[in-house]
């Protein structure tokens, strides 16, 4: 199994094994953390409006997700 690094070809089964998994595990650590603090600053934009809206937004989204409603009905009458 070859990986291709420019100009040359280098086999991933050679060489220093941190360095390989790490380049291999790279994009999907990165898009983790991203995801990460994607979700942690919507909590604490929650947390600033107090406990009740964060209960209000969890019960839309269980009541959302619970319906397995693609086109957005429920979503609609919980904002009515």
């Known amino acids: 199994m070859q990986r291709s690094m420019g100009n040359s070809q280098h086999a ?4 220093h094994l941190g ?3 790490w380049g291999l595990a790279r994009p999907v650590v990165l898009s983790q953390l991203l995801l990460f603090f994607s979700n942690l600053s919507d909590a604490v934009w929650l947390g600033q ?11 839309v989204v269980a009541r959302y997700v619970g319906a397995r409603d693609k086109e957005g ?3 609609r009458r919980c904002r009515a």
């Open 12 to 15: 991933i089964t050679e060489g």
């Open 19 to 21: 360095r390989t998994v």
């Open 49 to 59: 409006l107090g406990h009740e809206a964060q209960a209000a937004a969890g019960a």
């Open 73 to 75: 009905r429920t979503w």
